[in-house]
């Protein structure tokens, strides 16, 4: 069976080495243009373009797909199934009216909860227990089409986007392993979503990890750890920014000062708290604009005006 792959991100990877290990025959990967990066704007390729290549895969990166010398080239690479993770754009019905076996989706969430391009970071800022990984019978729609199979996978207290995306990204592996054998018999029968039942997501952008004191220790966790790596979440502190990279909700029954910076008694899991409109933020974790990211415990080394002070003003 010739499968063209879709993927751009590191989530996509493993899927994208499972496929070039397995008795399947990868025709092409398609993903997203080459985007400049760092101070330099240097071109970056994507993670599944440098895996393809290491691999010999032809790589193909169009701007869009919608124009018909884009689909006449895909045509003709004769893909039995196109699969897709994380591939960033949406796929017009002349792309998915190409393959036999239909076009497959790998996505991070148990449709139809988390439609949209950001579910891990949505289930992190929801405080979700679980979440997992759905592979869907794409059709025109974000995310509507139907269910094919789904994996659950819990949420640790510590993950981050990060780790997050890694165990997902895995899970979905074995949930491919399982699923296209049975595809390919046509042996499964793809459920269509409740869409009575299905949320969505909402684009994330740099702006919002900026911290807001006011919101409550839990709240700023999840959000710390939702933003991992990206777009992070930071404070000003005299004039800096000061990235919080990990952190830890505390509960104080005292009239709290939002965005003061307090010490902690021993044995707490944190060496300095920040307080917040509900409870105390434990810092664990932290980097000062300019300099390399230490423990709480080490910065206040460094930092003897820290304890005492106010976060949140730019100036």
């Known amino acids: 069976m010739r499968i063209v792959f879709m993927g751009t991100p590191g989530f996509s990877v493993p899927a994208l080495e499972y496929l070039v290990k397995s008795e399947y025959r990868v025709a092409g990967v398609y993903t997203q243009p080459d985007r400049p990066t760092g101070r330099g704007r240097t071109l970056e390729q994507s993670p599944v373009k440098k895996i393809a290549l290491e691999y010999g895969l032809e790589v193909f990166q169009p701007?869009?797909?919608?124009?018909?010398?884009?689909?006449?080239?895909?045509a003709a690479l004769k893909p039995d199934l196109i699969l897709v993770a994380a591939f960033g754009q949406i796929l017009p019905q002349s792309v998915l009216d190409i393959p036999p076996f239909g076009c497959l989706n790998i996505h991070p969430s148990l449709l139809p909860r988390y439609r949209g391009a950001t579910p891990i970071p949505s289930a992190l800022l929801d405080g979700d227990k679980e979440t997992g990984v759905t592979i869907m019978l794409m059709d025109?729609?974000?995310?509507?089409?139907?269910?094919?199979?789904?994996?659950?996978?819990?949420?640790?207290?510590?993950?981050?986007?990060?780790s997050l995306s890694n165990r997902l990204a895995q899970a979905g592996v074995r949930l491919l392993a399982e699923?296209?054998?049975l595809w390919f018999d046509r042996s499964l029968k793809p459920q269509p979503q409740d869409g009575s039942k299905a949320t969505y997501t909402t684009p994330i952008t740099k702006e919002d990890g900026v911290i807001n004191w006011q919101m409550s220790a839990e709240e700023i966790s999840r959000r710390v750890r939702?933003?991992?790596?990206?777009?992070?979440?930071?404070?000003?502190?005299q004039g800096k920014l000061l990235k919080i990279l990990e952190a830890v909700a505390l509960h104080k029954d005292r009239d709290l000062s939002?965005?003061?910076v307090i010490a902690l008694a021993p044995g707490q899991p944190a060496a300095v708290g920040v307080e917040t409109g509900e409870?105390?933020?434990?810092?664990?974790?932290?980097?000062l604009e300019g300099k390399r990211a230490l423990t709480a415990a080490e910065f206040l080394l460094g930092q003897r005006t820290f304890v005492g002070s106010t976060l949140g003003s730019k100036s």
């Open 63 to 74: 701007v869009k797909l919608r124009n018909s010398e884009e689909v006449q080239r895909l």
């Open 179 to 181: 699923t296209l054998t």
């Open 258 to 260: 939002p965005g003061k």
């Open 140 to 162: 025109a729609g974000t995310d509507t089409g139907s269910i094919v199979s789904q994996i659950i996978v819990g949420i640790e207290p510590q993950d981050t986007t990060e």
């Open 226 to 237: 939702a933003f991992y790596p990206w777009p992070g979440c930071y404070t000003w502190w």
């Open 279 to 287: 409870g105390v933020l434990g810092l664990i974790r932290i980097q």
